[in-house]
Each structure stands twice: as C-alpha cells, then as structure tokens.
C-alpha cells in the first residue's frame, strides 16, 4: 500500500491561481458588506516561535493567510485595498533577500518573486510595512484584521494611533472595524475541489499509517514505537509534517482523550487507541482506531467495539445536505445510551431519562466531530446546516474507568472510531477508509 500512494503522490507544483481567485472571492464579500466604501483587509503569516535561545520551532503559516495566499514564509502581511469603485490592489510585504541569512537558514522569497510567482499587484519589504499598512489606511472607511488575535489588534491600534496625527491635515480613521476571521470562516468552511484533492490524499496517506501500525504492534512494544511507524509511513508518502501529535494510548491510557505516547509497554490484552494524522500542504487529516494487540478482542472489548461502531454508522447515516450539524451527534448519544443500557452500563432508565440526565457522559463525554481543513479543528459555525463539500469528522467513543459500580471485565476499555467526511448532496464520502474499521476486519490486521 505503501508504494502505491508513492506512485499516486500529488504533484509538490501549486497553481496559485487558486489561491487568486480565493481572494477575488474575498473581495466581493467585503464589497457587498462595505457597501461601496473604501477598505483596507489585513492578515499576517506569522512569526517564528523561539525554543530557547537562537533555536525555533517550525514554522507554522497562519491558516488564513495561507488559504489567501499559498506563501509559507514568516513574518509577512498580505493586504487587499478597494477604494470602492474601480480602484483594487492585492499587496504582499514580506522579508528582504538576504545572501547572508538564506546561507544559514536557506532561500528567502523576497519581492520580485512573491509579486510573479504568488500573482500579487505589488510587493514591499518588511522594511516599510507601517508606511505601505498607513498609506492604505488613510484612504479606507473600513478596516478587517482578525480582531480576536490580541498581537494583531494592539499593532492595528498602533497604525491608528499613527494616521490619528495626521487628523488635522483632514485624514480620519476608518470608522469600521472588521473581523476578517469571521468573514474568512463562512468562505473556508465549504471545500473546493483543489482541497478535497489534497485532503483525500491526506486520508489515504493517513490510512495506510495506521494499517501499518496495527501491523508492527505486540505486546512488548512502547507506544513511542507504534508512533514512529505512524511517521515513517507519513513521511514516505511526502506528507512531513503531522497535523497535531499522535495519540497512542495502551491499556487504560485508552481513557485519556489526549494523551500523547510514551514508554508505556503495552500488554498482551491491552486495546490500543490511535488517534494520528498527517498534514499535507497545509490540510489535515485525523483518524482513530482501536484495536486489541493480541489481535483478539475479549468479550467485553468486542461489545463496547460494536457499540462504538453502530454509533459512528448511525450518525453517519444522518449526514447530507440540509441537516443540522448537530444531527449526528444527537445519534451517536442515542445510539450509545440505548446500547450501554443493554449492556447494564447505565442502569434501570429509558433512552430518553438517560440522555435528559446525561448519564452516558460518565461514558461518553465529547461531541461526535469536528470541521476538518487547514486547521484539525478548523474554522466554521456549529451553529448550522450541511452544505455540500463540508469536511468534518464522525468520532464516537467510549471510556471506562475503573469504578465498584462497573463490571471488572470493562475496567480500562477505551474505544474511539474516528472518520474523515465529505458532505454531499445525498448522505456523505468518507474519505478515510482506506483502514477498516469492521470488527473482524480489524481482529485480522492486528493479528499479522
């Protein structure tokens, strides 16, 4: 499987056209909102986050500049200028060659090429940012920056505070302020076609990491191990970057929803939870699958399994366009609370008692899924309906702990079924089972 998506890898050319035309479609949203009033929009890609001393972290762009732009370099600002008629122009501001610099830390863009290459109006050094930012704002009524980002809002402030000297040469401030995220959220939630490409591939990279690592698992080994497999297949598909840290939890690690590997050794009858993901050019990928190491489900594991199961295929089943995001939730809830009932798990009360007092939540205490883009838990309202090419995750689970009131038998069972799903007109893709998710299937991988 491994070589096959080799031979199938996405092309590492970016047509940034498409990252054009997400701007002119930007633009015309911010028209429609100004009603013909002059703006300036902001965004900033970010800086290099420092370790200790003169060591970083890796570079990570900003989401929506980089969904704007496809320019992945540090410390650089984008800005688009309508004077509300016919007057448009896409700037970007970005580092200065430096011979120097691109010896130690390798190629900088620099103005000639982030003009040419990135299909941007005009491009300006770092180095006159506050002069390129004003001489904008001094003719717009309407200002949109990410109003949430606290760094971005007090550097805004400062520009303001700047153009306000200039009041009595007859220049006033714009008298609107914008969020752009909230803006940017509406436009970035519903995925176009070049994105559903990369965010396929993602899943079919991250799919065959996870088969390989249901693979290589027994007893004896670390979960550091089984997460060096999940890499190295990442890796060698070209997707070099995760996109969020690997979760390998062992026998009652299963039951901490975040945790991260680590030495533990895991046990011959331990389940095995691995939540991981891959990020390629930016897009996420996140799948989760439990399996036992012995390759043999005991009883009580193989019944929480197939609760799980039957609540992920239930609230599948109530994704399509038009229905309420929070409708496949409220039928995993259903679901599992029904199951655990007849399981003795949750005692002597109807479906609709239980749910009314949340008592599945002892078990079940997370919603179903998430939207899933350039962020793992990327931008968008919970607050609506499907519309088509959505992507979001359908992750029902169950977890245990050890309690006097709870059967020895399922002390320790944690069980997470986690997919990656288009929304489509008539019920939904998922994009994600490359790796099964099917009981028996399952028992047979872990098995070789």
Request: charged share 30%; proline share 4%.
């Given at each position: 499987m491994t070589r096959e998506i080799k031979k199938k890898s996405l092309s590492r050319t970016i047509n940034y056209e498409k990252f054009k035309k997400?701007?002119?479609?930007?633009?015309?949203?911010?028209?429609?909102?100004?009603?013909?009033?002059?703006?300036?929009?902001?965004?900033?890609?970010?800086?290099?986050?420092?370790?200790?001393?003169?060591?970083?972290?890796?570079?990570?762009c900003d989401s929506n500049f980089y969904y704007l732009t496809g320019f992945n370099e540090s410390n650089a600002w984008m800005m688009m200028y309508s004077d509300g008629k016919r007057q448009y122009e896409e700037i970007?501001?970005?580092?200065?060659?430096?011979?120097?610099?691109?010896l130690?830390?390798?190629?900088?863009?620099?103005?000639?090429?982030?003009?040419?290459?990135?299909?941007?109006?005009?491009?300006?050094?770092?180095?006159?940012?506050?002069?390129?930012?004003?001489?904008?704002?001094?003719?717009?009524?309407?200002?949109?920056?990410?109003?949430s980002d606290r760094n971005f809002s007090r550097t805004v402030s400062d520009w303001l505070s700047k153009l306000t000297r200039k009041?009595?040469?007859?220049?006033?401030?714009?008298?609107?302020?914008?969020?752009?995220?909230?803006?940017?959220?509406?436009?970035?939630?519903?995925?176009?076609?070049?994105?559903?490409k990369i965010m396929k591939k993602a899943a079919s990279i991250s799919a065959a990491a996870h088969i390989e690592a249901m693979k290589v698992s027994k007893p004896g080994l670390k979960e550091f191990d089984i997460e060096t497999e999940l890499l190295r297949v990442f890796r060698n598909n070209g997707a070099y970057d995760v996109a969020y840290p690997c979760i390998v939890a062992g026998g009652p690690n299963a039951c901490v929803l975040h945790h991260k590997a680590g030495s533990r050794l895991l046990q011959k009858n331990d389940l095995v939870l691995i939540d991981a993901?891959?990020?390629?050019?930016?897009?996420?990928?996140?799948?989760?699958?439990?399996?036992?190491?012995?390759?043999?489900?005991?009883?009580?594991?193989?019944?929480?399994?197939?609760?799980?199961?039957?609540?992920?295929?239930?609230?599948?089943?109530?994704?399509?366009?038009?229905?309420?995001?929070?409708?496949?939730?409220?039928?995993?809830?259903?679901?599992?609370?029904?199951?655990?009932?007849?399981?003795?798990?949750?005692?002597?009360?109807?479906?609709?008692?239980?749910?009314?007092?949340?008592?599945?939540?002892?078990?079940?205490?997370?919603?179903?899924?998430?939207?899933?883009?350039?962020?793992v838990h990327d931008v968008?309202?919970?607050?609506?309906?499907?519309?088509?090419?959505?992507?979001?995750?359908?992750?029902?689970?169950?977890?245990?702990?050890?309690s006097k009131d709870i059967p020895r038998e399922f002390w320790n069972i944690g069980i997470r079924i986690e997919d990656d799903v288009v929304v489509k007109e008539e019920g939904c893709e998922l994009i994600?089972?490359?790796?099964?998710?099917e009981l028996n299937e399952v028992e047979k991988l872990a098995s070789l």
């Open positions: 997400r701007r002119l479609v930007l633009k015309k949203n911010l028209q429609q909102i100004t009603a013909g009033k002059p703006f300036t929009a902001i965004l900033h890609s970010g800086l290099e986050v420092s370790r200790n001393g003169d060591v970083f972290y890796p570079f990570r970007i501001i970005s580092k200065t060659k430096d011979k120097t610099k691109e130690w830390d390798g190629d900088i863009i620099g103005q000639e090429k982030a003009k040419k290459k990135y299909l941007f109006d005009k491009a300006y050094s770092i180095e006159v940012v506050d002069q390129t930012v004003i001489s904008k704002l001094e003719l717009s009524q309407c200002i949109f920056f990410p109003i009041k009595r040469m007859g220049i006033d401030n714009p008298d609107h302020l914008g969020d752009l995220s909230r803006i940017l959220e509406n436009q970035r939630v519903v995925k176009d076609l070049y994105e559903l993901g891959c990020e390629l050019q930016g897009y996420a990928s996140d799948i989760t699958r439990t399996f036992p190491v012995s390759g043999k489900f005991t009883e009580a594991q193989k019944l929480i399994y197939e609760i799980v199961l039957q609540a992920q295929k239930d609230a599948i089943q109530k994704i399509k366009v038009g229905k309420k995001y929070a409708t496949p939730h409220d039928a995993a809830v259903r679901s599992i609370t029904k199951n655990l009932i007849d399981a003795g798990l949750i005692k002597n009360k109807s479906v609709d008692e239980a749910i009314e007092k949340r008592d599945y939540q002892r078990f079940y205490m997370h919603k179903t899924g998430h939207w899933l883009g350039l962020d968008g309202s919970y607050d609506t309906t499907f519309k088509e090419n959505m992507v979001l995750t359908v992750e029902p689970g169950i977890y245990i702990r050890p994600s089972r490359g790796v099964p998710v």
